[in-house]
């Protein structure tokens, strides 16, 4: 599916640290189609960087309050890589400052500015959560398990080493679906704390593919995510 260009070629956020006036609309007003079908680039801009400005400060006070020591000064960018599908990623620098992106595609593909302050608010929360450092420390262990128990059954250096990168890519996803769970609900906090609503935002799920409940998937049923966030957000 192909989406628009939208003009932020020079539109990278460093969160928190970026003064922009806030457009006068309610959160969750949608960036109107232009009067050729298509979106309007301008508004769609806006809506992100209102986002990103509501946001991250409830995310780094999330982030503050559960992880004291952690490097909690999130730096949000945006992908501007042409081709990208829609799509947001959390990362760290070499510093280990938190890094969070969106590519164009998503932001041109989000329907509301709850959408985008929900998604936001889960790949915060996959920092927040620490899930980098869990993921590689279960891949490590797949990597050295499958790779000793190659090596004590006799299997020769070559074997040992594809071993390992097996063990690795099935510790890595170990606990991925868990992880995103876990992220749904705790982003479901940030943007409800934000002044989103994350029920409304969770709606992105119904657009996207579905990735069922394949064996070592990456990502649990949209359904499950849906349910999370409402269970979530009825609590709060």
């Known amino acids: 599916m192909k989406f628009p260009a939208i003009a932020l070629a020079a539109l990278s956020l460093l969160a928190g640290c970026v003064e922009v006036s806030e457009p006068q609309q309610p959160p969750s007003q949608p960036a109107p189609a232009t009067t050729s079908g298509g979106f309007d680039a301008n508004r769609a801009a806006r809506n992100f960087v209102t986002v990103v400005n509501r946001v ?12 004291p020591r952690a490097n909690c000064d999130f730096l949000i960018v945006v992908d501007d890589r042409r081709g990208q599908p829609p799509n947001a990623y959390q990362t760290e620098d070499r510093s280990g400052r938190p890094v ?26 996959h920092h927040i959560k620490e899930h980098i450092p869990r993921t590689r420390e279960s891949a490590t262990f797949g990597a050295v398990l499958l790779g000793t128990l190659v090596g004590v059954g006799g299997g020769g250096d070559a074997a040992v080493e594809a071993a390992s990168r097996v063990g690795a890519g099935i ?37 996207i593919p579905d990735p069922g409940d394949a064996f070592l998937g990456s990502h649990p049923p949209n359904a499950s995510r849906i349910e999370t966030v409402r269970r979530t957000a009825a609590g709060l």
């Open 171 to 207: 510790g890595a996803r170990r606990f991925s679906k868990e992880f995103e769970l876990e992220a749904d609900a705790l982003g479901t906090i940030i943007a409800k704390r934000a002044g989103y609503d994350p029920v409304r935002g969770a709606a992105f799920f119904n657009r």
């Open 56 to 67: 991250e400060p409830v995310a780094e006070s999330e982030c503050r309050a559960r992880l």
């Open 100 to 125: 969070i992106a969106f590519t164009l595609a998503l932001i041109a593909d989000a329907r509301n500015q709850d959408e985008l302050a929900f998604i936001l608010g889960h790949e915060a929360a």
